[in-house]
């Protein structure tokens, strides 16, 4: 009988290929079904979940802006930007007719097709969307009249951003749900896009696009690989910000405080166009933005960002301050932007990254039970998330949320020619039916440290199977058997391990992959680490005190987890000698994935936390990082944290409502409004002014039962023509002139007293800043309604 690792078996790690040297291939969704397991479960929760929506809600924007009579009530949260849910949706759905061949989720993504159909037919020109005011809004844009901000265009919330979502939705009922009438209805879209944009040159172009305008170059880029028509192609580059790509393609790192969800789908797009366009400027700028991000940007569970922002150095430690951690939308984006890249260049990298966020980011956001999103996952010591309630949360992460779940098979398996790639360790079975093959991976990891493949086929069959070896296994520690025979992988930690033989019906490869507890630092703050196990992300649960709106109502800014902050000086630390830390962390006897690490972690009272995978805490405080410091140390470290926090905690505790000015989100959730503004960074703090005759406004919440004051920073050195007078609701609270005034390099808050009559009765008020003649209003880098001292 032969050995069942044949003679002209190769065992071999992949060489690094430039860029666009070949075309891995992903698998159909359909041709992979997850088998038992956390994403299994998180599937099929997610499909139950999301049947609880009411799709005549969600259809209701694009009814209203066709002038066809609505089915349903638009839903209130997050009104003027709801269109974009209902494009999330019908991906949502055809996802799930793909991944799970589920009759009601085709039946509701052919009704949705069926309602947006008659509504591209009543606007005749190929336009379908629910945008508000869509129609004056594209009309001012085709005759060339542009008024565009971060967040906003002629008066609209990023509508190119909100459409998106509808040609992606579209084409994704194709892609994934076999629906022609949805290619048919993308296509007349994209021709209406084109039209639209015809007569704009390239300098408008690009003024429009520094508002937020989501994948529009890729979902352009992706219907020239369907259609072949080169005018969609270009369509794609003409959408493509040059204030990204350009830095980007000559890999400049130009992030620093740019909105970070913004910016992760235009090099999405950038990537499409390399890989259908073959178009190395954009490859470049894909390739080094997902290097910058990943790299140095992203903390050790996968996602990046606070506040929705890319944080400068000098703001690293704000990650640990902000109750606003890694935004959800980024890391579905960063996913896309990862697989891509592995199409074009299969590194193993890219798996080693595209894994660690799927764990621990993607996989955490669902809520276990009743399968609620989440928006933002702090990383704050001792803070907690909050969830999203069906019908209820419209937030841009619910609309991404919806898909996350429903994709787990996209990237476990890819293919080139005669090669199989594993790239990701989860129960699952493959119909690679090109072969004649199906592929059952039976696994419980990370509950147990290795993985099993089966081959399954009618008649023996040559093929190349490349194992991913992680980044996270070290060199010689990678076996692998195959029937009788056992060996370890001549191969370094992320590349590919390659075994090509003929395989027959039965043949089980067995993949041991140890995993081994170790410290990561945060980009720019080491003094604060994470502790994984393997890819595994561990964390504690520390109390569930002041969950305040664990699960989120209709509020604007319902998503952010308001509970108190928890001062960091009581936050539990590891105490050690630097090299020491790992060898500490000891198993949890039975329980799997439970450890401890009572020599390390001070104060005394904190010592019997118990690490656990992040991805199973939730309803709970928890330590995600954690302050490093030696023993002799400690008690300095901690009596230094304790006084900056005094003043914090107090500030924060008097804070009835915030606004980052500069800031996208925060100004959008505030309903700001300016004429003659700008906005910029300094010192790693967002700020805006006004020149005059300009000005800028926001409305900020109050309670009329409360002495309230207004809480506003500026920088205290600021020079010349600095005097601004305070409006609240049109009457004069102060005029300040911070010109000269307080003569020091550092950010000074000042106060004032609200007249209590001038919120009498009042849910909010409205806060203008007007220069006088010849002056700047601001800068004002930060603004709050304080309750008074």
């Known amino acids: 009988m032969r050995n069942a690792v044949v003679s002209r078996t190769i065992i071999a790690v992949l060489c690094l290929l430039p860029t666009m ?137 990023v509508p190119w951003y909100n459409l998106h979502k509808t040609f992606a939705g579209l084409y994704d009922a194709w892609r994934y749900g076999g629906s022609e009438q949805a290619r ?115 903390l050790a569970f996968g996602g990046n960002s606070r506040r929705e ?5 000098q703001a690293a430690m704000e990650m640990v301050e902000e109750r606003e951690g890694p935004e959800t939308c980024n890391t579905y984006n960063m996913l896309k932007l990862t697989e891509g890249l592995h199409r074009m260049n299969p590194q193993a990298r890219y798996a080693d990254y595209y894994e660690r966020a799927l764990y621990n980011h993607i996989l955490s956001t669902q809520h276990p039970e009743h399968g609620g999103y989440v928006y933002f996952t702090p990383a704050r010591p001792r803070h907690y998330r909050v969830y999203s309630a069906p019908n209820a ?27 199989l790639y594993v790239n990701l360790f989860i129960a699952s079975e493959l119909d690679w039916r ?69 395989w027959r019906n039965g043949d089980r490869l067995e993949i041991a992959l140890p995993m081994h507890t170790t410290t990561e630092p945060m980009p720019g703050l080491p003094d604060y680490i994470a502790l994984l196990h393997g890819p595994i992300l561990l964390a504690a649960r520390t109390g569930t005190e002041d969950l305040q709106g664990l699960i989120a109502g209709e509020g604007r800014m319902d998503h952010v987890a308001h509970g108190t902050l928890l001062g960091l000086d009581e936050a539990p630390m590891l105490v050690s000698e630097v090299d020491a830390v790992s060898d500490k962390i000891k198993p949890v006897e039975g329980p799997s994935l439970q450890f401890r690490a009572s020599d390390l972690i001070r104060p005394e009272t904190c010592r019997d936390l118990v690490l656990e995978p992040f991805y199973r805490i939730h309803d709970a405080r928890y330590m995600m990082y954690w302050r490093r410091t030696t023993p002799e140390a400690f008690a300095a470290v901690q009596a230094a944290t304790r006084a900056r926090e005094a003043e914090a905690m107090r500030l924060d ?43 800028f406004r926001y409305e900020l919440r109050v309670a009329d039962d409360t002495p ?10 600021e020079r010349g023509g600095r005097t601004l007078d305070i409006l609240i609701d049109g009457k004069k609270l102060a005029t300040e002139d911070t010109s000269g005034k307080w003569d020091r390099d550092e950010f000074v808050d000042v106060s004032y007293p609200i007249p209590s009559e001038w919120i009498s009765g009042r849910q909010f ?12 209003a601001g800068g004002i880098f930060d603004l709050r309604i304080l309750v008074a001292q």
């Not at 021709?191 to 704009?200: A, I, P």
């Not at 922002?309 to 150095?313: D, I, L, Q, S």
């Not at 309230?708 to 050195?717: D, H, I, S, T």
């Open 653 to 695: 505790q008097r804070t009835l409502d915030r606004v980052i000015p500069g800031e996208q989100q925060p100004e959008v959730e505030h309903n700001f409004q300016s004429e003659g503004a700008e906005a910029g960074v300094f010192r790693g703090a967002s700020w805006r002014h006004a020149r005059a005759p300009g000005w």
């Open 393 to 419: 949360a419209m937030w841009c992460c619910v609309g991404s949320g919806m898909e996350n779940h429903g994709k787990y098979g996209a990237f476990i398996y890819s293919h080139q020619d005669d090669s």
């Open 434 to 502: 090109e072969k004649g093959v199906r592929v059952r991976q039976e696994t419980s990891f990370p509950n147990e440290s290795g993985t099993a493949l089966t081959v399954l086929t009618d008649a023996p069959v040559r093929f190349a199977l490349k194992i991913r070896h992680p980044e996270w296994v070290p060199a010689g520690r990678l076996t692998l058997t195959l029937g009788s025979r056992t060996w370890t992988a001549q191969s370094e930690p992320s590349s590919y391990v390659e075994i090509d033989r003929d």
């Open 765 to 776: 008020i409205t806060v203008t800043f007007k220069p006088h003649p010849g002056s700047h």
């Open 309 to 313: 922002h890319f944080p400068g150095a």
């Open 21 to 157: 040297a070949c075309a891995v291939e992903s698998f159909p969704l359909n041709r992979v079904r997850l088998l038992e397991g956390p994403f299994q479960h998180a599937q099929d929760l997610n499909l139950a979940h999301l049947l609880q929506y009411d799709v005549d809600r969600l259809l209701a924007p694009f009814l209203k802006e066709a002038r066809r009579e609505p089915k349903g009530e638009s839903f209130p949260n997050w009104a003027g930007l709801d269109g974009h849910v209902g494009g999330h949706y019908l991906s949502a759905m055809a996802i799930y007719v793909a991944a799970t061949g589920d009759a009601e989720a085709k039946r509701r993504m052919d009704y949705m097709l069926d309602e947006l159909a008659a509504c591209q037919a009543k606007h005749g020109n190929g336009y379908v969307g629910g945008v508000q005011d869509g129609t004056r809004i594209w009309s001012e844009i085709a005759r060339g009249r542009i008024r565009a901000s971060g967040f906003g265009l002629n008066g609209g919330w």
């Open 184 to 298: 048919r209805m993308l296509i007349a879209l994209c021709d209406w896009c084109g039209e639209l944009v015809s007569g704009l040159s390239d300098e408008q172009m690009q003024s429009m696009l520094a508002s937020e305008h989501g994948g529009m170059n890729e979902v352009l880029a992706d219907v020239y690989k369907i259609t072949g028509d080169t005018k969609y192609l270009e369509l794609a580059r003409r959408f493509s910000h040059r204030v990204l790509l350009d830095p980007m393609s000559r890999r400049q790192d130009t992030l620093d405080n740019m909105h970070a969800n913004t910016q992760v789908p235009k090099a999405v797009g950038f990537q499409r166009i390399a890989e259908h366009g073959g178009d190395k400027s954009f490859a470049d700028a894909a390739e080094f933005f997902w290097q910058t991000v990943v790299e140095n940007r992203t």
């Open 708 to 717: 309230l004051e207004l809480g506003v920073r500026y920088w205290g050195n």
